[in-house]
Nanobody, 124 residues
Framework: QVQLIESGGGLVQAGGSLRLSCAAS????????LAWFRQAPGKEREFVAAITWNSGRTFYADSVKGRFTISRDNAKNTVYLQMNSLKPEDTAVYYC?????????????????WGQGTQVTVSS
């Protein structure tokens, strides 16, 4: 089994920053991908960013490019999401997810494990 524990959410004013963390445990982390998704009230879950563990290749949704940065700490089995220039439309529950298959990073159904989520609220 794999456990993904998110932290770092909270309330911030528009233009501010937050850093989310996702600590992974329970399986050998090597050839996998870790990603962040988010879901706002009344909306579908959407892809935010992903990083491949071996190569560190990153992927971003257009809506967060240039504002969010995903990174990893291999020694700690932790992935981070640095969120800058936050906007009210970034308000959502943010979920960490992990997959091992060589499938598209953009679709939630390709991920095997999910965290419990952390709330991010951006006030205007």
């Amino acid at each position: 089994q794999v456990q993904l524990i998110e932290s770092g959410g909270g309330l911030v004013q528009a233009g501010g920053s937050l850093r989310l963390s996702c600590a992974a445990s329970g399986r050998t982390f090597s050839s996998h991908t870790l990603a962040w998704f988010r879901q706002a009230p009344g909306k579908e879950r959407e892809f935010v960013a992903a990083i491949t563990w071996n190569s560190g290749r990153t992927f971003y949704a257009d809506s967060v490019k240039g504002r969010f940065t995903i990174s990893r700490d291999n020694a700690k089995n932790t992935v981070y999401l640095q969120m800058n220039s936050l906007k009210p439309e970034d308000t959502a529950v943010y979920y960490c997810a992990a997959k091992w298959a060589a499938s598209s990073v953009y679709y939630g159904q390709n991920y095997d494990y999910w965290g419990q989520g952390t709330q991010v609220t951006v006030s205007s």
